[in-house]
């Protein structure tokens, strides 16, 4: 299924929230995915770095999100 560029910044930013709520994220964690809400939210960019920190996360979460 393809999505566009606004669809995929909206479901970007349900998980990020659900993340941010999850117990299994750390302090660290839940401080860069409030950081990342703020630049999806902003129709910012991720950087490369962060998208693989976020790709980190998502797996981490996967079972419950």
Same mark, same amino acid.
């Given at each position: 299924? &393809?999505?566009?560029? &606004?669809?995929?910044?909206v479901l970007l930013q349900n998980f990020v929230? /659900? @993340? %941010? &709520? #999850?117990? /299994? +994220? +750390? ?7 409030? =950081? %990342? *809400? =703020?630049n999806i939210a902003g129709g910012r960019d991720? +950087? &490369?770095?962060?998208? @693989? %920190?976020? #790709? ?6 996967? *079972?419950?999100?």
């Amino acid at each position: 299924m &393809d999505f566009n560029k &606004d669809e995929e910044r909206v479901l970007l930013q349900n998980f990020v929230r /659900r @993340a %941010i &709520d #999850d117990p /299994r +994220t +750390t302090p660290w964690e839940k401080e860069f995915l409030v =950081s %990342i *809400n =703020s630049n999806i939210a902003g129709g910012r960019d991720l +950087t &490369d770095k962060q998208k @693989a %920190i976020l #790709d980190k996360i998502k797996k981490k979460c996967r *079972n419950v999100l």
